[in-house]
């Protein structure tokens, strides 16, 4: 199956199709994330991959449904995007994400299914998130020392990740990011073994 990297800015992903459009690299397709649908044809991806892209767009629940869209079955969604404790710390940013998400793919939250489901398989808080992008812009000595401080704090934050970001992600400073992991199951997909 093919993997898709959305929103690669400089950062280009080897084996995946790589996408942006506001970016001085050279993306494999260059397409305005924020115009659907996506040149995609249905069930196309195995694997998709967004690093830090929601938070920049206009509708993360249309983006979501259309990565649904041209994902297959079974495919494996990765998103990264800013917490909201620390969300609206860059000038392009439109939101920050919560440990609340997920449920908005779950059919049993009656607070707002988005009507395609989505089973999360994992989710992860990050004090010192980027660090491919922190290590062109920090010195040597900051960058291992905040990659230290980092590691502890992502290990007590993600005993709960719920309880961290409802009580304590403030006492830290905020958390930069937070990771969804999501499995794709279409609904009357006979696989094949």
Not at 31 to 37: G, Q
Not at 59 to 66: H, I
Request: glycine content about 8%; some cysteine.
């Amino acid at each position: 199956m093919r993997k898709l990297n959305l929103g690669c800015g400089e950062f280009k992903k080897e084996g995946y199709v790589n996408v942006d459009c506001f970016s001085v690299s050279t993306p494999d397709i260059c397409h305005d994330l924020n115009s659907l649908p996506y040149p995609f044809e249905d069930s196309t991806f195995g694997a998709i991959e967004a690093d830090h892209l929601l938070e920049h767009l206009n509708d993360p629940f249309s983006v979501m449904r259309e990565l649904y869209r041209i994902a297959a079955d079974g495919c494996v969604i990765k998103l990264r995007v800013p917490h909201f404790s620390r969300g609206f710390t860059h000038a392009q940013h439109n939101r920050g994400f919560d440990v609340s998400f997920p449920l908005y793919f779950n059919p049993s939250f009656k607070g707002g299914y988005q009507g395609f489901p989505l089973c999360l398989t994992s989710m992860r808080l990050r004090w010192f998130a980027q660090p491919y992008l922190k290590k062109t812009v920090l010195s040597a000595p900051v960058f291992y020392a905040a990659t230290v401080a980092g590691k502890i704090i992502d290990l007590c934050a993600n005993f709960s990740p719920f309880l961290c970001s409802r009580l304590w992600c403030f006492w830290v400073g905020g958390f930069e990011e937070i990771e969804f992991v999501f499995k794709v199951e279409k609904p009357g997909f006979v696989r094949t073994i």
